[in-house]
């Protein structure tokens, strides 16, 4: 099957309209689709100012502020303009990115037709309730979430330790590899920049360990307080540089309140503010891969992380960074500590992550998703 054969209706809960890690891949995987030759409709909430762009051609579907979370878009039907538009498209494979109302709707829509459908995960959504108290729903959760990946044909995942869960939670009997690159003309330690860290108040020989991602309670803001706490009390000379926004910031100031806070950031300014630290911190079990991780990586950073499903297939313990226990706060205390002891231990674990980072190119990357593609059509075809 050729590339310009494809024809691909992608469903995406958030598409362009808030900046995070999977839309970021989703983005950059419709581009790739398009260079080589494929059809790409994509069909998402939107809102009147989008954080960017949308790569290709966006469908608007109904959606509504999600109580609580008013900054995120819940899509909850299918009307029959957009289903005439997908019509008039006549997709051979439908991708739908996030477990929400209209995938589902979507995966029904495409098996009546008998169109496969392939899914990608890009975040653990049933552990996010154990930071709202809701832990109690994990099961139930887990069970709507089975029913809805098994109708699929094929689920693709960023790393092998999240499909590993996923196969033991019976998720699907067919899981692939779908990982992240890296744009190392933007992530690079030659982004670091002595003066932006002196602007900021860093001393040149402060250890400034970096939090970067959507300031929510699910990222672990918690966990990385308390780490910093017990690791300044265990001796470590340290300081804390978070890259970010979101509902959560009030929160995390009051826990670190000489921590120098710098919103949200892009391009180049995100990528000169990460490599200006000097250790990344990210405590997170929510992420199937982690954007962040390899991006600190990418920065030449070395990496103190939970041993989760996030970080396991990117952070080799004591080669690149450190993996302790989820929301083990002595051990991570006493990576950082040891760290800010050991600075040649840093640097090295830092070059060890950046030769990893390298090797992760993403064309080669999206041409796996483009395989699955080709993969799922054809064996609908023999059925």
């Not at 001393?203 to 966990?223: P, T």
């Not at 921590?259 to 892009?266: E, H, I, K, Y």
């Not at 080669?319 to 051990?331: C, F, M, N, V, Y």
């Amino acid at each position: 099957m050729k590339p310009e054969d494809l024809r691909i209706a992608l469903f995406s809960g958030n598409y362009n309209y808030v900046r995070d890690g999977a839309n970021q891949a989703l983005n950059r995987l419709v581009g790739f689709l398009l260079r080589q030759g494929a059809q790409v409709r994509v069909y998402s909430p939107t809102v009147a100012n989008p954080a960017f762009p949308p790569t290709g051609d966006l469908v608007s579907v109904p959606s509504f502020p999600i109580p609580g979370r008013p900054e995120y878009r819940l899509a909850f039907r299918l009307p029959v303009s957009v289903r005439r538009d997908m019509e008039a498209f006549n997709p051979n494979v439908v991708h739908v990115a996030a477990p929400d109302v209209v995938a589902h709707r979507a995966v029904t829509w495409a098996r009546r037709r008998k169109i496969p459908v392939v899914s990608s995960v890009h975040t653990r959504f049933d552990t996010y309730l154990q930071y709202y108290g809701l832990q109690f729903l994990e099961p139930a959760a887990r069970g709507i979430m089975r029913r809805y990946y098994r109708r699929c044909d094929a689920i693709v995942v960023p790393a092998e330790s999240t499909a590993a869960i996923l196969r033991a939670q019976r998720m699907s009997p067919d899981i692939s590899i779908w990982a992240r690159g890296i744009d190392r003309e933007q992530f690079n330690p030659e982004r670091r920049s002595p003066a932006w860290r002196r602007e900021r108040g860093f001393a040149d020989d402060d250890m400034v360990v970096s939090f970067l991602g959507r300031l929510v309670l699910e990222k672990g803001l918690d966990v990385f307080s308390d780490a910093i706490d017990a690791a300044r009390h265990k001796g470590a000379k340290l300081r804390v540089l978070a890259i970010g926004d979101g509902p959560a910031r009030s929160y995390f100031e009051e826990r670190l309140p000489d921590a120098v806070f710098t919103g949200q950031l892009t391009g180049t300014d995100l990528a000169t503010a990460l490599a200006s630290s000097d250790v990344f911190l990210n405590p997170s079990i929510t992420e199937t891969f982690g954007n962040v991780t390899l991006e600190a990586m990418a920065c030449a950073l070395p990496v103190v992380a939970a041993a989760a499903s996030g970080a396991t297939s990117l952070v080799q313990d004591g080669i690149t960074g450190s993996l302790s226990r989820p929301g083990d706060i002595d051990a991570f205390a006493e990576a950082l500590l040891r760290y800010e002891r050991e600075q040649a231990l840093r640097a090295g674990h830092g070059q060890a992550g950046l030769a990893f980072a390298k090797t992760m190119d993403w064309d080669e990357i999206n041409t796996a998703v483009m395989r699955v593609y080709e993969r799922v059509i054809e064996r609908r075809r023999r059925t």
